[in-house]
């Protein structure tokens, strides 16, 4: 026999969308395709780019509460979000359901840091340095003094992002991520790996690794490594 009991089957992840119009190229988590299973969205009204990152995401908890809740009751085994700012809920959000809820890129600075030799540390990568609070951080686990650096400022992907812009150069916006990670290795010699923050990101990931040569860690790959214990293979076995 096969129990019932969910709206929706097959999709194991669930994610909390904020309400933008950019772009969303292969590789962003908004663009369906990116993914190699299925996934359920849900949009957050009203939680702009600008209103979750440069303003905190004030009073915004209750709606995110809510839509963890719905994507719960349709059926997904675990939720993620598409902005690493939204590391500020983790606790609200994980007591408001039953299943593992994964905010931000940032919760993976401590296995990132577990993975270097002692002489190396992991930096981030944000796309708004001057927004990135303790709060932030804090509730994301990420030790105290990690390196930090950022496309606020540069010509293109912070004000697009966090403009909400309808138009995206792909080739700029990788200028600005290759460029500022190059800024924060050089800033900080004992970078040994580079976290994303930003889940805009994880487009300009190989080119970052190029530009680097030390690794790179995106909120898409923390998803994957989610996913695949939400719904682990089911291996054939051999008679």
């Known amino acids: ?7 929706i089957y097959g999709a194991s ?18 663009n369906a395709g990116t993914w190699s299973f299925p996934v359920l969205y849900k949009v957050v009204l009203d939680a702009s780019p600008d209103r979750v ?7 915004l908890l209750d709606a995110f509460r809510t839509a963890a809740q719905q994507l719960e009751a349709d059926g997904v085994d675990g939720i993620t979000t598409n902005c690493g700012f939204l590391s500020i809920f983790q606790d609200e959000l994980s007591a408001a359901v039953d299943i593992p809820v994964l905010t931000s890129s940032l919760m993976q600075l401590r296995a990132v840091n577990a993975l270097l030799p002692s002489s190396r540390r992991a930096g981030i990568l944000t796309v708004s340095r001057s927004s990135l609070t303790e709060a932030h951080l804090s ?12 496309t606020e400022g540069r010509m293109h992907f912070t004000e697009v992002i966090l403009g909400n812009s309808l138009e995206l150069d792909p080739v700029a916006a990788e200028a600005d991520n290759v460029a500022a990670a190059e800024d924060l ?25 190029g530009a680097t040569g030390i690794p790179v860690f995106s909120h898409l ?18 008679t």
């Open 185 to 209: 290795v050089a800033e900080n010699p004992d970078t040994g790996a580079i976290v994303l923050e930003c889940t805009n990101m994880a487009p300009y990931a190989a080119a970052i690794r």
């Open 139 to 150: 509730a994301a686990g990420v030790p105290e003094g990690t390196p930090i650096g950022t």
């Open 53 to 59: 990152v440069r303003q905190g995401a004030q009073g």
């Open 1 to 7: 026999m096969i129990k019932g009991g969910k709206s």
């Open 13 to 30: 992840v669930g994610i909390l969308m904020l309400e933008a119009r950019f772009p969303r190229i292969l590789g962003d988590m908004g």
């Open 221 to 238: 790959s923390f998803v994957n490594w989610f996913q695949s214990s939400l719904s682990p293979p089911d291996w054939p076995r051999k």
